[in-house]
């Protein structure tokens, strides 16, 4: 997982192609928006954390930086 690909992912493309970009990669496919990693995998894992950090950004009304931590917070956890 980088961080400067899901920042820029969260910064130039809509909830929309994000999800959609998603669904092409999960479906082997070759989404329409360029999504930055090293395997099939990390690129799955940078457009599904731009989604859910632009998803919570629009529920919680709060930035960038704050849903980033708390995302990084979640996975810590999950992998704890």
């Known amino acids: 997982m980088k ?3 899901i920042k820029q992912l969260v910064e130039n493309y809509s909830l929309e192609q994000l999800q959609k970009a998603e669904e092409a990669i999960a479906e082997e496919q070759t989404p329409e928006i360029e999504v930055k ?3 099939e995998g990390e690129k799955l894992t ?3 954390a731009a989604i859910w950090i632009l998803e919570q ?3 919680n009304k709060t ?3 704050t849903e980033l931590r708390n995302y990084t917070k979640k996975v810590r956890t999950s992998i704890s």
């Open 57 to 59: 950004m629009e529920q």
């Open 37 to 39: 990693g090293k395997d």
């Open 63 to 65: 930035d960038f930086k």
């Open 3 to 5: 961080i400067p690909v």
């Open 46 to 48: 940078h457009a599904y």
